[in-house]
């Protein structure tokens, strides 16, 4: 079974900043993906950012520019770092990772709460 635990989340004002950290209980190397996705009160879960295997990095629309996302593979980490928030990223994020095999595992959330 693998685990992801997540940290970092928090309250913080407009236009601060946080990083998150997610530890893998196993290596990530190799896995097809690693990433964020997050959830605010009333919506659907949204990916946030993502890499993939291969070093690739996608991003939602609304966080370009100001999100960062990043693995460390030989400590098992993944972390996003998060600028310039808003309100709007209000939610809880939850790290993620999908295996060559399809296996997808997900952390048990992290709140973040970005005050006007």
């Known amino acids: 079974q693998v685990q992801l635990v997540e940290s970092g989340g928090g309250l913080v004002q407009a236009g601060g900043s946080l990083r998150l950290s997610c530890a893998v209980s196993?290596?990530?190397?190799?896995?097809?993906?690693m990433g964020w996705y997050r959830q605010a009160p009333g919506k659907q879960r949204e990916l946030v950012a993502v890499?993939?295997?291969?070093?690739?990095?996608n991003y939602a629309n609304s966080v370009k520019g100001r999100f960062t996302v990043s693995r460390d593979v030989a400590k098992n980490m993944v972390y996003l770092q998060m600028n310039s928030l808003k309100p709007e990223d209000t939610a809880v994020y939850y790290c993620?990772?999908?295996?060559?095999?399809?296996?997808?595992?997900w952390g048990q959330g992290t709140q973040v709460t970005v005050s006007s």
């Open positions: 993620n990772l999908v295996t060559v095999s399809t296996w997808q595992y």
């Open positions: 196993r290596s990530i190397l190799g896995c097809k993906s």
């Open positions: 890499v993939t295997g291969d070093g690739s990095l």
